[in-house]
């Protein structure tokens, strides 16, 4: 097949429009807590998250999180280029199944907790956080 | 990566089985990946992907990091000490090099 200069520009362009396309972000998300759940219902009690309402900076949001008996506890954002922020899986020794740490949001957005717990059951929370100006580097 | 320093607060003593808390952080910028430079292109991946904290031998906390944890990580959790012994804290980068630092603890 002939590919004329028209077609390799018309061909340049799609690539460019298609790179362009911000990444649905919170498909990502649904596809990330369903990749952790394997689609499984998650119960609301026994789970705390705890996020600023408002941010001023999406560079450094403090985020805790909390579920007595908890395995493990992912955080996900519906709106961030990557969906899953970080997974505290807990050790025999941890104390209390409780993790706080300081992430990125690239906009407003919700942050969603989800966790395991030993029976093999999930609890989820959420929360919105406005972010005023955004991380990430955008 | 050079120069990075990892910094961790344990309490000095405890009493047995008591729950105490952790709190580490580590300079290191975090590069998501997603940056772009002045220029117009993205800044390459550059993070740490991992943290652990063992007491012992045994796992206290096991972190999976993404992109979206802020520069110089920072994480507060809780351990339960049955015993006197060292803490060993592990953060595995991108590059390759691993960064460890250990605290002991007095249990009486």
Not at chain 1, 80 to 103: C, W, Y
């Amino acid at each position: 097949m002939q590919i004329s200069r028209r077609d390799t520009l018309l061909m340049g362009l799609g690539a460019a429009v298609a790179a362009a396309i911000p990444v649905r972000a919170a498909a990502n998300a649904d596809a990330a807590i369903e990749a952790f759940t394997g689609g499984a219902q998650a119960g609301a009690e026994g789970i705390t998250l705890i996020a600023p309402e408002i941010a001023e900076n999406g560079n450094n949001v403090p985020v805790s999180v909390e579920a007595p008996g908890a395995e493990v506890i992912t955080i996900f954002t519906t709106a961030n280029p990557e969906a899953t922020v970080g997974t505290f899986s807990f050790g025999p020794l941890s104390g209390v199944q409780l993790a706080s740490t300081r992430i990125r949001l690239a906009e407003t957005q919700d942050v969603i907790a989800i966790a395991k717990m030993a029976d093999g059951s999930f609890l989820r929370a959420s929360q919105e956080v406005k972010v005023t100006i955004g991380g990430c580097g955008g | 990566m050079e120069n990075v320093r990892a910094r961790v607060r344990v309490p000095r003593e405890a009493a047995a089985g008591e729950t105490v808390e952790i709190k580490t952080l580590i300079n290191h910028p975090m590069e998501s990946g997603h940056r772009r430079d002045g220029d117009g292109n993205l800044v390459p991946r550059s993070i740490i992907n991992r943290f652990t904290c063992e007491f012992n031998g045994e796992v206290v906390m096991d972190v999976a990091m993404q992109p979206s944890i802020s520069t110089n990580p920072y994480f507060e959790f809780f351990a339960v000490v049955p015993e006197s012994g060292t803490f060993t804290f592990t953060w595995y980068d991108d590059d390759g090099d691993v960064y460890t630092e250990t605290k002991d603890i007095a249990v009486s």
